[in-house]
């Protein structure tokens, strides 16, 4: 759109246009936001976005219902240029206002020029650029409720028009990348088109969206003007929806997909679910993103595109990860690792196999995790010196021999991991190798080279701007100190970690800090701060949704109230710790928890037992104790 006397391209100089024009608008405002002592301009650059939108489409409403009465030929070129819903050529104005198109020599067509010209001059609703193309900013487009001479009829015309006209910018553009932008002075235009469409073909259909998707067989009847339109406003506005975890987002990228699938394009049905996954993971919505990755897992299967099948079987194996299944998420790391093997996408393989050994060292699996990665090497070959995510399978090479014992073996690996890190520049590999040989190095008893490699460690994670790796090796420090007896000093460095970890968001990780502070307490003999540690370790740990680690933190921590003949808190954490396990854990009960409950069974009286385990009942149906529930996205 070019520029002119009245091209206001942005909805804040719009504000700003009207205000200075029409003074007596301010006074529909409330007294509260009405700007005293500043500029016009200022206080529209105080208001927030959303308010912004709504003074603007009650003021150009306002400005429609003055302009209605100023003469009926007024009335007559702004109904032709709402109907019109976006830009358009003055001859097209005229024609569509009228009901016709006059001829050239027609006096009418002059006269309707002028006339169109003083609803311009008057109501400040159309600015006219350089090159005569006219826009109504976009609260009449989109906000014409407050119209009463439109009928329902004229209104889904409009709408309709509103949904062609952007899903036209979009094809007309190739998708350009940057309306997608919340920045962009056209992405509100387009999310609400956006809107407009999934609401037309709800409206249409009789049936919500998110059930328009659920059902595997085409709809008969749909509205087929809105498929394309509805593809491509995802395609482009997609990741924003993803970023701004948009309420109505799900619903967006639901009805898109559905679009999809009506006509059968199982390749872009496959891209815009891949995109509500994401958002469901983003909503930490894990049940929903694994339903939407199997679909997409189908539908990439379906166009023989193995590549994006195996990413869904990662996404898969992440939200059952993330959700605390670690065993399920090994699972599909494995099965889209073996996948990744028979199409020889070794990058892929490389990938999931690092996911998958760094899942089972966690789980106390580190042969498994060994075996996994030596196959892979040797799949990879020669190969394997043209990718950097290589060096980072001998770190983990080198963790998992070190934690079945073979030390020479793990030295090895780590030295190769550090030589290709290095090679190629891959700082994130090199910060990881250093801090796993400075594990080696002090569980040899090494502690000055053990020193010096947690140092590097720091370094390259403060230069990556990495704070959860930096939390990772001021915690390797700090047990270095504690092995020394320097246990003030070892206590600081915990206290950052546990700071860097909460900033960053590893709860995990958190929990190891606050687990490791808790037991520095106990070994200066200071019980009552375990425990305000442990509790601290709780509170992170609940976030993970690690339910194991859940029920050990309040076996532990029973244990010391024990300890401290404080039957009734023991008992009360015992029992919290067995009401998570029943609910949340398969098959036996850890052997720690039932010695615990033993103990403080054989303590506490019948009425104590019983009231303590209605207590606990209530609070784990509560939520209040276990795994901290998530809230399914609308």
Known sequence: MGSGAHAIHRLDHFLAHLAECDPELLSLLPTEEQPRGVSIDEWVMSLQQHRLMEICASWVLESLRRLKTHSPLSNYLLRGCIHLAGEFDLADAAAIALGDVPDPDDPRRDEIREGLMRAVRSGLLIH????????????????????????????????????????????????????????????????????????????????ESEEWLAHAGRFEGVAEELVLPLMAFAQVLGRSIIHRQSEGGARLLAASAAAARTIENHEQEADILGLLGQFYLRRHAWPSAIEIFRIVEERRRAVDDMAGSIVAISAIAIACRDMGNREMAVGEFM???????????????????????????????????????????????????????VSELYVLMGAGSRHIGALPTAREHLFMALNLARRFVHLPAEAEAALETGWLEMSEQRHEDARRWFGRAVQLYRDLSDRAGRSKAMLAQAELLRREGSRVRAEELLSQASELARSAGQWGLQAEVLRRRGELELERGNMPDAITRYAAEMKALRRTREAEQIVDCHVRIGMLYLRQEMLLAAGTEVLRAQGIARAYLRGEEPTALSRAFAKVHRLLSPEQFDFLADEVTEELEAGHIGPVRVKSPR
């Open 128 to 207: 006219l650029p350089a090159h005569e193309r006219y826009c109504v900013p976009f609260p009449v487009r989109l906000s014409f409720e407050g119209i009463d001479f439109l009928s329902p009829l004229e209104k889904e015309r409009i709408r309709l028009r509103i949904v062609h006209n952007f899903g036209k910018l979009i094809a007309e553009t190739e998708g350009a990348d940057e309306f997608g932008s919340p920045r962009h002075w056209r992405f509100f235009n387009l999310l609400k088109a956006w809107e407009l469409a999934v609401n037309l073909m709800e409206e249409r259909l009789g049936v």
């Open 335 to 389: 099965r889209a690792c073996r996948e990744a093997m028979e199409v020889e996408l070794p990058e892929s393989a490389m990938d999931t196999a690092n996911c998958t050994a760094r899942l089972l060292i966690e789980l106390e699996r580190p042969l498994e995790a060994v075996q996994l990665l030596e196959s892979i090497v040797e799949l990879v070959g020669n190969d394997r010196f043209r990718f950097a995510a």
